[in-house]
């Protein structure tokens, strides 16, 4: 069975990512809006089952509002939303089903667990984070290193330094460095290729499509590969 869905931010590099790995897949492209042909967009989500968004955070109100009315769940994977921004996220989760994640890759749902029982571990140790991302990449911070910080201070109420490096040569990593006066322990996860995040998009696609409202993270999905804490 085909999966109708549509794609904010279609015109992006995500976006075109996502709709040529949906090529031998049971979610169906049905079609996208950019910036230019935003105006379009309530027309496309009431033909979708399910709408992924690699847009900006600055149409966030007017894709819930839209999402609302047409009542389609929602994959959200843009980065750089504010506090505010999740507020509204989270209030809308009530009546649509939302799926988000600051970033799509098994392997950073594993380095957050992994992260989050190494702190507790060494509780002692000073904590940083460095992420390297291309020079286009507009959010610093990036949303994943954001994310990474905030389990291990949920975790351990401890400060975490975050690092940003941009550079023409490097594309998404993530290190995690754990630093005491005995030893120093570095996690670190490195992404070759773009495809991973739209692949795991497309994985969080077909989980959300018939779920009932609520706010879904990659921990959902994924299960019972997450450590219990």
Do not use: C, W
Request: aromatic share 8%.
């Amino acid at each position: 069975m085909k999966i109708f869905a549509s794609i904010i931010g279609i015109s992006g590099k995500m976006g075109k990512e996502i709709k040529k790995s949906t090529l031998n897949s049971s979610i169906e492209i049905i079609g996208g809006v950019g910036r230019k042909d935003f105006q379009n967009l309530k027309k496309l989500l009431k033909k979708s089952k399910v709408a992924i968004d690699f847009s900006t955070p600055s149409i966030l109100d007017e894709i819930l509002n839209i999402a609302i009315k047409t009542t389609t769940p929602l994959v959200l994977g843009t980065t750089g939303y504010s506090e505010n921004d999740f507020e509204k996220i989270t209030k809308t989760s009530k009546k649509i089903p939302i799926f988000y994640s600051s970033n799509f890759s098994i392997g950073i749902a594993l380095i957050r667990e992994f992260s989050k029982l190494a702190s507790k571990m060494l509780k002692n140790s000073e904590i940083d984070i460095i992420e390297k991302h291309h020079i286009s990449k507009k959010d610093k911070q990036s949303g994943t290193a954001i994310t990474l910080a905030n389990d291990i201070k949920k975790s351990i109420n401890k400060a975490v330094k975050i690092h940003s490096i941009r550079t023409a040569n490097i594309a998404f990593e993530h290190s995690i460095f754990f630093t005491n006066e005995n030893e120093s322990i570095e996690i670190k996860h490195s992404v070759h290729l773009r495809s991973v995040f739209a692949n795991g998009a497309i994985q969080a696609a077909k989980f959300i499509y018939n779920k009932k409202p609520g706010l879904y993270a990659m921990k959902d999905l994924i299960g019972g590969v997450y450590v219990k804490n």
